[in-house]
């Protein structure tokens, strides 16, 4: 436990270096190249009238913050999901809840296309709990539905009706070139008002995370062995279930589906700093902040000076890693 402890306050304490190096770096790459001095004047005397100051100032810092938002945000979720569940496939991209905020957002565009940022957010979480129910819903209508695989295939099913849904909805009503940016998460449209908004949306949801921590440490051994501590097990899943659809709907309404964060970050946490949740809680926001960051930087590289989607990095590593668990686990629950 020492060792644990220890590893999960190594990642904290070098956290702040880890998140300066990412905001360094996003700042500086990208399809035009400005100099250092250049974008040292921009934050510390901002000029409406110089062009890298606005690229700076309205894309670029907007856009890092954005994507450690993002980052944190599914990491947490993620982490939450296979805690509660004992699932080790669970998250927010394979068990179509981003799917689920996508067609909302896409309703929303067609029957309220004057909807405030706000209503957008609001729609976006309703979609996550829609896309949870069914997956969950389905999986518990089934045998053996709600086991790791069986209840992995049920959320890759419905999240491929649910996106498949949202694009024909798109198409009908020709409104596939305003949605296409929650489509392929292209990060470097992110707008500073959604992020602004979202920004306390992800905050709460991460504060009820740390907060169920232990409880979830503990519902990770199992209902009954919860039950017989005293843990009122589903007061906790719901809170849990909240604080999901807040992360998770943020995190779409602000760049779209962005799969596999939520999957690979907290197993590496768990490797590293143990079972307790109080760290792969917060160690998860960190790494996942910083892997949704460094995955944004890479995808400037894949196809310069064009942008490349940055879920094709995560997917790059998400897949592989998805059928490494599937493939040592096989359908197996974890403790």
Same mark, same amino acid.
């Given at each position: 436990m020492r060792v644990t402890n220890l590893t999960g306050y190594g990642i904290l304490l070098t956290? *702040? /270096?880890l998140v300066l190096s990412c905001i360094i770096l996003?700042? !500086?790459f990208g399809a035009k190249s400005i100099d250092i001095a250049v974008i040292q004047a921009a934050i510390l005397q901002f000029d409406p009238g110089n062009l890298d100051h606005q690229i700076i100032v309205s894309s670029r810092l907007p856009r890092i913050a954005g994507t450690l938002l993002i980052g944190?945000? /599914?990491a947490v979720s993620g982490a939450l999901m296979q805690g509660i569940t004992r699932n080790y496939l669970a998250s927010p991209g394979i068990m179509g809840i981003s799917d689920g905020s996508i067609l909302a957002v896409t309703l929303n565009m067609i029957l309220l296309p004057q909807a405030s940022d706000l209503e957008l957010m609001i729609m976006s979480f309703a979609g996550s709990a829609l896309g949870a129910g069914v997956v969950y819903g389905l999986g518990a209508m089934l045998p053996g539905g709600l086991s790791p695989l069986r209840l992995a295939v049920l959320g890759?099913?419905?999240g491929t009706f649910l996106s498949s849904l949202a694009a024909?909805?798109?198409? !009908?009503?020709q409104i596939s070139q305003d949605i296409s940016f929650w489509y392929n998460a292209r990060l470097h449209q992110l707008r *500073?008002? /959604?992020v602004e908004l979202a920004l306390p949306f992800i905050i709460a949801g991460l504060m009820i995370a740390l907060w169920l921590s232990k409880s979830v440490t503990i519902l990770s051994l199992g209902e009954e062995v919860a039950i017989s501590l005293g843990q009122r097990t589903r007061v906790v899943k719901i809170a849990a279930a909240g604080a999901v659809m807040l992360l998770t709907g943020s995190a779409v309404a602000l760049a779209g589906k962005i799969a596999f964060v939520g999957l690979i970050v *907290?197993?590496?946490v768990r490797y590293l700093a143990g079972a307790d949740y109080k760290w792969i809680i917060s160690c998860s926001g960190v790494l996942g902040a910083v892997f949704l960051a460094v995955s944004d930087i890479l995808s400037r590289f894949l196809n310069f000076p064009f942008e490349t989607p940055v879920g094709v990095i995560t997917s790059l590593v998400g897949v592989p890693f998805f059928l490494y668990l599937a493939r040592k686990k096989g359908d197996r629950n974890y403790a």
């Open positions: 956290s *702040p /270096l996003s700042i !500086y944190g945000a /599914l890759a099913i419905t024909a909805l798109a198409v !009908y009503f *500073p008002e /959604l *907290p197993h590496i």
